[in-house]
């Protein structure tokens, strides 16, 4: 018995020493040192090291999963946070993971408390303002980047941000001029572009639209949102067949496009075939509802992950 206790011990060490150093143990290797650490604090609760290691390893799975396992990520991430409620860069993390998620008001709390302990850090700033913006809170959002970008002008994405609230304010001559300001700083800032056309677009400046979503598509062809634009120019400009074309690529490259099918819908009533509008239509308002209820499924994976904090952990 004192023998395996000191191997794992020596294990969990090694581990800590790995970590230190910038090695990089595999995904087992983690996974297995979680279980050990959770065995050593059972016998020790108080244990400041032990709790420390785990809290370092527990971010190091959230990091290797947060790509193609965001929910895991999520679910390592709410452990580590229990474990170490004050520390500025797990809140961060856990916004960030659950930003991905689209959870935006779990992760809003989570930076206000890190902003307490690093005033004006920008990088909380800026997932604040995303996670404030994706709540609908556009006022909230639009301060927060504009403090963003008074301590980072030269950065192009706070630029973005702020011209994307903006827009989403109606205020449309300043969102054009943040815009502006983000080509400025980097020209290959193709969203910016796609931005600009689109508020040429409810500006019925239909010319600069359709040249703004040119641009986007000729550096990127795969840019659906920029190819939907042109399919909304040439319908608004009585083109069907060319908006049919145009919306129908759309459908290739993303078949779960809800505006697209929408405008074809349109298009197609236009055009006069009746049955695939309707059928259009149906896809749309199908999609429209499946959007609706994916933060619902979302919080349902999100749920069973608070229960894998430690039992000690847990409030009564």
Known sequence: MKIARSFCKLSMLLLAVQLVFGQNPDKRQLEEAVG???????????????KSQLVRVLRALAAEAIINDPEKALSHLIRAKALAPADAEIL???????????????????LVEALTYSPDE??????????????????????????????????ATGQYGLGYVLAGLRRNKPAR?????SLALRPDQ?????????????EGNLDAAEARFTKVLARYRTHTGAQL??????????????????????LELDPAQQQAHYYLSLTFARLGNKEA?????????????????????????YA???DARPATERKP
């Not at 001029?177 to 300001?181: I, K, V, W």
């Not at 193709?190 to 409810?202: C, H, R, T």
Request: zero cysteines.
């Open 304 to 306: 069973p992950a608070e």
């Open 122 to 155: 920008p990088r909380f700033l800026y997932a604040l303002a995303r996670a404030r913006m994706g709540m609908g809170d556009l006022n909230e959002a639009e301060r927060l980047f504009r403090r963003y970008t008074e301590l980072r002008p030269d950065d």
């Open 92 to 110: 961060f993390e856990f916004a960030m993971a659950a930003l991905r998620l689209t959870l935006h008001e779990d992760a809003a709390p989570a």
């Open 229 to 250: 634009g042109l399919g909304r120019v040439y319908f608004n400009r009585k083109e069907y067949e060319a908006a049919r074309k145009s919306l129908e690529h759309v």
């Open 190 to 202: 193709s969203e910016s572009d796609y931005q600009i056309g689109l508020l040429d677009l409810a």
């Open 36 to 50: 050990r650490y959770e065995a050593s604090l059972k016998q020790d609760p108080g244990n400041v090291e032990v």
């Open 277 to 301: 509008a309707t059928r259009e239509a149906e896809i749309s308002d199908s999609l429209e509802r499946e959007q609706k209820n994916l933060r619902r499924t979302i919080l349902k994976l």
């Open 177 to 181: 001029l943040a815009f502006e300001r």
